[in-house]
């Protein structure tokens, strides 16, 4: 079943075109709402920059799909813990592939978060 969640048509140049609308800056997505994410590099990510997905639930989020930037990277052990211990999954890799997936992911009914920093 699809969801209702809005698709990234592009993605580059600082932001993202979110069902058709140009967003600058990094993207939050969690039960198919978008909102700005401060987060603008790996350093950046914390366990509370995700606090929407925590609040979220595992019932409506089975696992993050994050965008970390224009490289793959491994998140912060604190972050892969939090996730773990709230019984949610974690994908990571690079922006452009993430940005990607996700429109796939959503189109399958997939109940995910994404976190995407901005490339």
């Keep these: 079943m699809a969801r209702d969640a809005p698709s990234i048509d592009?993605?580059?140049?600082?932001?993202?075109?979110l069902s058709g609308a140009w967003r600058a800056g990094s993207l939050l997505i969690?039960?198919?709402a978008a909102q700005a994410w401060a987060v603008a590099?790996?350093?950046?990510?914390?366990?509370d920059s995700l606090a929407p997905v925590f609040a979220a639930?595992?019932?409506?989020v089975e696992f993050l799909l994050l965008g970390t930037g224009?490289?793959?990277a491994?998140?912060?052990?604190?972050?892969?813990?939090a996730l773990a211990g709230a019984g949610m999954g974690l994908e990571f890799m690079d922006t452009a592939a993430a940005a990607?997936?996700?429109n796939v992911l959503?189109?399958?009914?997939?109940?995910l978060a994404a976190a995407l920093i901005a490339i």
């Design 41 to 47: 590099a790996m350093a950046e990510l914390t366990v």
């Design 74 to 81: 491994l998140p912060p052990r604190a972050v892969r813990d």
């Design 106 to 111: 959503t189109a399958e009914g997939r109940r």
């Design 30 to 32: 969690v039960q198919d």
């Design 10 to 17: 592009a993605y580059g140049q600082g932001g993202f075109r």
């Design 57 to 60: 639930g595992r019932h409506e």
């Design 70 to 72: 224009p490289a793959n």
């Design 100 to 102: 990607r997936l996700y």
